[in-house]
């Protein structure tokens, strides 16, 4: 993730190094999005059936390629086949990562998956500041160079890694199991949890092409666009452990819709800002919603789906995700270049809004009732209590 997250803050230095347009910066974040989306829809399922193990062997291998393509490219169609090929590591990684704590998780999912989500933020808040130094030490090639190298080492600690169920490769492949897909997306439970999913990354995709250059027009340098993410990301790092303890206690449900209501304003509001402190003081509170809305979103996605189909379930979000970040992305940055940064932002908050009030007419959200928390005694005559 320090790969990705060098690849969103150093755009505005590919732009300026090999003379790319503005508008096309979105094809480049775009990519990944729909890379992944493939990868997601196409693989994540053989987590279920045995090959858990070998889509993270195959995932990190893919990223490693990806980030050293980056160092090696010089034209606008190689960045963004590299940047498809990072987006594919990642949607091979996380379904098969996210399953074994599914599986392996009683009563704590949520704060499970809020140290996973720490340890993805982990490269968002270190990966930023160290391609920064390596870019002023060298150029915008060195930081691609030294994490490719890193990732590929790092696929030496996938050994003893266990995801698989013993024998499940060698299970005959059902008539259900090859229709999962469908059978999720008859679950109006399902699709709630994954229009909150649509919202987060759509804001995401929306990040990737507009952050570096709206900050640049405001007069950041690239070491400021570099801290601005660890700003932004370091709260929530910090938080998600707790983060992902309020969806076990409250619901995640709950927790994910009201927390990814809160981000709606901010966004709106960065367009109109104009001040470049104000903005970055603006992603801390960003950054602590976030960090409650992720393990929310993944927590909402498990309990709306058969355990038998955990990995499944997370890659149609993960694919219902990239599908709408690639959208942010290729839409945010003509966006951007027509209208400005006020509408653009502008847009992507009303398009958040749209999908959170639909989300909320299909599943209404309630606050977990006490009976129900982990470690609570229920009260009589206690019921869940409704959003207002």
């Not at 790969?3 to 803050?9: D, L, R, T």
């Not at 399953?99 to 704590?108: F, K, N, P, T, Y």
């Not at 250059?213 to 801290?227: E, K, N, P, Q």
């Not at 938080?239 to 449900?253: E, F, Q, V």
Request: charged share 15%; hydrophobic share 55%.
């Amino acid at each position: 993730m320090a790969g990705v997250s060098s690849v969103f803050v150093l755009l505005a230095e590919l732009e300026e190094r090999y003379h790319l347009s503005p508008g096309n910066l979105g094809w480049i974040a775009g990519a990944a999005f729909a890379a992944a989306l493939v990868t997601q829809l196409g693989l994540a399922r053989y987590a279920d059936r045995g090959y858990g193990l070998l889509l993270l062997r195959t995932g990190v291998a893919a990223a490693a390629i990806g980030l050293l393509w980056f160092a090696a490219g010089t034209e606008l169609w190689q960045f963004v086949a590299a940047r498809a090929v990072l987006g594919a590591a990642v949607g091979m990684i996380i379904p098969a990562a996210r399953r074994a704590i599914v599986l392996s998780s009683v009563g704590d999912l949520g704060e499970r998956l809020g140290v996973f989500y720490a340890a993805y933020l982990a490269g968002f808040v270190f990966g930023p500041p160290v391609a920064g130094a390596l870019t002023v030490i060298a150029d915008v090639r060195f930081p691609f160079l030294v994490l490719g190298i890193a990732v590929a080492v790092s696929g030496l600690t996938l050994r003893g890694v266990v995801v698989d169920d013993p024998g499940r490769r060698s299970m005959p492949v059902s008539p259900v199991d090859r229709r999962v897909l469908r059978r999720l997306v008859r679950s109006r439970r399902l699709i709630a949890a994954l229009l909150v999913v649509i919202s987060f990354r759509y804001s995401v995709g929306v990040f990737e092409p507009l952050w570096a250059t709206y900050l640049d027009d405001l007069g950041a340098s690239t070491m400021v666009v570099t801290i601005s993410l660890t700003v932004f990301a370091l709260p929530m790092l910090l938080i998600a452990r707790w983060a992902g303890r309020l969806s076990d206690t409250y619901g995640p449900r709950w927790t994910s819709v009201l927390a990814a209501a809160g981000t709606v304003p901010l966004m709106g509001a960065y367009g109109y800002v104009g001040a470049l402190p104000v903005v970055l003081a603006m992603t801390i509170p960003h950054g602590i919603l976030e960090a409650v809305e992720s393990p929310g979103t993944q927590a909402a996605v498990a309990d709306a789906a058969p355990q038998q189909d955990a990995a499944a379930a997370q890659g149609l979000a993960e694919a219902a995700g990239s599908a709408a970040a690639a959208v942010g992305a290729f839409t945010a940055a003509p966006l951007f270049a027509a209208l400005g940064a006020g509408p653009a932002w502008l847009i992507a908050a009303a398009t958040m809004a749209v999908l959170l009030a639909t989300s909320s007419a299909l599943d209404r959200p309630r606050r977990l009732a006490a009976a129900r928390r982990p470690g609570t005694e229920p009260d009589a005559g206690e019921t869940a209590v409704t959003l207002p």
